[in-house]
């Protein structure tokens, strides 16, 4: 199975922020990397697919990037509705598999 | 517009069985892969299989594998999963999820809790 190690796995920032996450496939998946952004109580949204595709109506201060096996993904200015946890995921093989998560706080 | 609807939160006693629906609109049933993925509480996300409902073929992942039976019917555009021999560490909420390509998981149901306490 390809593991996907996601880093840090909590941050607080203040508002305005810019905010980096991390994620490390085990394999090359190429780019075939998704981004989700998950509220309390609620499913994951899919905001960026492709690793730096972003999904309609996603707003545009959120990227991704990749360098080989290793996939960034930014808020370029932290908003208060921002605040959840993020995932990363492969679809390249099969089992699908996921980031541990990165839980973002307003500080 | 795709919907994914999902059944309603379930109470399992240990060693019982469940069984989770998810209620697909706004595409082509049988055009879309279903996933599941499961979330334990304060965890994070585990994938379990998915079925190609126009073929009814399945892929489970390996540590689900025998108590795990995902089926659909097309004539109700509808997805299920049955997870059997429950054991505590089941308690999670179930989300089924789909899109357009096989690997897809860009729409998501809200989710199922299923609780597992004697």
């Known amino acids: 199975d390809i593991q996907m190690t996601q880093s840090p796995s909590s941050l607080s920032a203040s508002v305005g922020d810019r905010v980096t996450i991390t994620c490390q496939a085990s394999q090359d998946i190429t780019n075939y990397l998704n981004w989700y952004q998950q509220k309390p109580g609620k499913a994951p949204k899919l905001l960026i697919y492709d690793a730096s595709n972003l999904e309609a109506g996603v707003p545009s201060r959120f990227s991704g990037s990749r360098s080989g096996t290793d996939f960034s993904f930014t808020i370029s200015s932290l908003q208060p509705e921002d605040i959840a946890t993020y995932y990363c995921q492969q679809y390249d093989n099969f089992p699908l598999t996921f980031g541990g998560g990165t839980k973002v706080e307003i500080k | 517009q795709v919907h994914l609807v999902q059944s309603g939160a379930e109470v399992k006693k240990p060693g019982a069985s469940v069984k989770v629906s998810c209620k697909a609109s706004?595409?082509?049933?049988?055009?879309?892969?279903m996933h599941w993925v499961r979330q334990a509480p304060g965890q994070g996300l585990e994938w379990m299989g998915r079925i190609n409902p126009n073929s009814g073929g399945t892929s489970y992942a390996q540590r689900f594998q025998g108590r795990v039976t995902m089926t659909r019917n097309t004539s109700i555009s509808t997805a299920y999963m049955e997870l059997s021999s429950l054991r505590s560490d089941d308690t999670a909420v179930y989300y089924c999820?789909?899109?357009?390509?096989?690997?897809?998981?860009?729409?998501w149901g809200q989710g199922t809790l299923v609780t597992v306490s004697s």
């Open positions: 999820a789909s899109g357009p390509v096989e690997v897809s998981t860009d729409y």
């Open positions: 706004g595409y082509s049933f049988t055009g879309y892969h």
